[in-house]
């Protein structure tokens, strides 16, 4: 696709008014947001201006939680299409007088806020905000639920890898339990035709009655056959009961990806990351660095790709 090769939104337009969780969309909405992110992929590898459609909007990112990935390639997506992007300090913000998250967002929603992308540990305040305010609200990440636009990103870099999620095998593998990620790519790429498996200590899964239709794998041997990509998940040390860093020892031994761990998957598999990493925790670093085997900077240039598709779809309607 060139970039004078804009896709065509789906019959009837883009549905979504918000996008809080991968269920806010369609698949119509999916295959558009995948074909659209490739269209500003291609201004990204060239370098050239995207079309400024979000000239006059402003957009802010309103992030209670550390963010380095996300935070800043929604800034850069926003101001490649032209929109005015305010990054709020939340560390210096009024939240710290006792103001609630939900008016804060509504003070800076006051300001002429168009879409406000919102990341926090609570898992419930983007749907609290989606209620209040008169803005479409992005999920930049939420407590242990869900991250929809890394869950889109990280099936962008795998749709161009491969051309298709659908058929590949993708083994996800390591802290599931505490991961926003999991869950969402999880959904995804089954709504896109992938088979998903968890591989991983018992420890760290997720209760029993939640993705009860996703098998898992507690060792990398049999978790990894077959698979077309592993995606290893980051030790999620501040979302862990009690001494998160002594259930990680020996986690390294025993499911860490490595050339060697990766041997058990197909042939030319392919391992991912969403970030960041933990070097010799989670997966080698040499592997991670591997240009020929791994997808992990490629999600980071998908990252601003898929969220000004994301964007731009969810602020210019067209049919």
């Known amino acids: 696709m060139t970039n004078a090769e804009r896709p065509a939104p789906p019959k009837g337009g883009f549905t979504a008014r918000r996008l809080i969780s991968i269920d806010d969309l369609t698949d119509a909405d999916i295959r558009y947001l995948l074909k659209l992110s490739e269209f500003y992929a291609g201004f990204l590898r060239r370098a050239a201006p995207a079309p400024r459609r979000l000239a006059g909007k ?28 305010i990054n709020v300090p939340v560390a210096a913000s009024s939240v ?19 879409v406000m992308i919102v990341r926090a540990k609570e898992e419930e305040l983007h749907y609290e905000l989606d209620d209040v305010l008169p803005c479409p609200v ?16 990280d099936a962008a870099a795998v749709r161009s890898e491969f051309g298709t999620l659908e058929g590949l095998t993708i083994a996800i593998c390591g802290d599931i ?37 996703i098998p898992r794998f507690d060792n990398l041997k049999d978790g990894l056959e ?55 925790v989670e997966i080698c670093g040499k592997l991670a660095d591997d ?29």
């Open 58 to 85: 402003t957009q802010i990112n309103l992030f209670f939680e550390d963010s380095t990935r996300t935070n800043l390639s929604f800034d850069l997506a926003g101001r490649k299409l032209g929109a005015d992007v």
């Open 96 to 114: 710290h007088k006792g103001e609630t998250a939900v008016d804060t967002a509504q003070t800076m929603a006051a300001m002429g806020a168009h």
């Open 138 to 153: 992005v999920n930049g990440g939420a407590g242990k639920r869900e991250h929809p636009t890394q869950a889109l990103l």
């Open 177 to 213: 339990k505490h991961s926003r990620v999991a869950g969402s790519d999880a959904r995804l790429f089954q709504r896109l035709n992938a088979e998903v498996r968890f591989v991983g200590p018992k420890h760290l899964m997720p209760p029993d009655d939640q993705f009860t239709d």
């Open 226 to 280: 077959g698979a077309d990509v592993a995606m290893a998940l980051r030790m999620q040390f501040e979302r862990m009961e009690g001494d998160g860093k002594q259930l990680a020892q020996g986690f390294f031994d025993e499911f860490g990806l490595t050339h060697e761990t990766l041997k058990l998957a197909k042939p030319g598999a392919r391992v991912m990351h969403p970030g960041p990493m933990n070097r010799g």
């Open 291 to 319: 240009e020929d085997l791994s997808l992990i900077l490629r999600q980071v240039f998908y990252g601003v790709a898929m969220r000004m598709a994301c964007l731009d779809a969810l602020l210019t309607r067209e049919e």
